[in-house]
């Protein structure tokens, strides 16, 4: 009797903590990754990545425009990763990049250079 419960509360267990890793996973790029850009990005880099958030009028030169695909998809993924990992400065931009290794794990920063990626026109086409 006894060992039947605890079969079934371990039961239990894998199927609910299984649903919340696939949960969690599904989650990631589809609603994460905007949500951070959101909050850290659009400021500076607008809405809709153009560079035209609130404080780029402040800024010279202008946060980087995503939508501009023929300069974006020239840089690979390691450039954009390393900008926002550790700031303008570090890839030879403007300074007023700042610095993101401290707010966004190295799982979020490749989320959002997925979806910086998403915003190009021309779409973006990996070289693998
Ligand atoms: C305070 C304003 C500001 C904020 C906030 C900001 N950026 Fe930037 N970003 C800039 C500026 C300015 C540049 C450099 C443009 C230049 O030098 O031509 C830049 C450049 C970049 C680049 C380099 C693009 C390239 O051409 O290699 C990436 C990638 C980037 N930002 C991503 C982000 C991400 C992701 C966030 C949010 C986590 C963010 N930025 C938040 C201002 C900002």
């Given at each position: 009797m006894r060992k039947a419960t605890i079969q079934v509360t371990l039961l239990t267990a894998l199927v609910v903590g299984s649903a919340g890793a696939w949960t969690a996973a599904s989650a990631n790029t589809e609603a994460k990754a905007p949500e951070k850009f959101t909050t850290f990005c659009v400021p500076c880099h607008g809405p809709a990545g153009k560079?035209?958030?609130?404080?780029?009028?402040?800024?010279?030169?202008?946060?980087?425009?995503?939508?501009?695909g023929e300069l974006m998809?020239?840089?690979?993924d390691a450039q954009l990763i390393k900008a926002i990992k550790e700031g303008g400065a570090a890839v030879?931009?403007?300074?007023?990049?700042?610095?993101?290794a401290g707010q966004l794990s190295d799982e979020e920063i490749k989320e959002i250079v997925t979806y910086i990626r998403s915003l190009a026109i021309p779409k973006y086409q990996p070289k693998w």
């Open positions: 560079g035209d958030g609130a404080a780029a009028a402040a800024l010279n030169p202008k946060p980087r425009n995503f939508t501009d998809n020239a840089k690979t030879g931009l403007s300074s007023f990049m700042p610095t993101w």
